[in-house]
């Protein structure tokens, strides 16, 4: 005995599908949904972005306390974020 059954086209005669009956709160559900997910990641993009920003300020000002203040680039470094608020490591 197969363990499949074969159905022929005599044996099933095709039935049309009925459209799906989607309520109005399966959309307001997509929209929230879709609204929250485009939050997430703006939020994440501005954070990123945000990220990135300060790392090129740090290098900058890492350069130019080399470049004015070799001996003490550190303190240099430590004395500008400290000016400018913000906060060491």
């Not at 309520?23 to 949904?33: C, E, F, P, Q």
């Not at 990641?41 to 945000?50: M, Q």
């Not at 900058?60 to 070799?70: E, F, G, H, L, W």
């Amino acid at each position: 005995m197969p363990s499949v059954h074969l159905v022929s086209d005599e044996e099933a005669p095709p039935v049309p599908a009925a459209p799906a009956a989607t309520s109005s709160w399966m959309g307001w559900g997509y929209l929230a949904a879709g609204a929250v997910l485009l939050a997430v990641i703006g939020t994440w993009l501005v954070w990123f972005s945000a990220s990135i920003q300060r790392q090129f300020q740090q290098e900058d000002i890492r350069a130019s306390c080399q470049r004015v203040m070799p001996d003490t680039a550190e303190r240099c470094y430590d004395t500008v974020v400290i000016q400018r608020g913000g906060v060491r490591r």
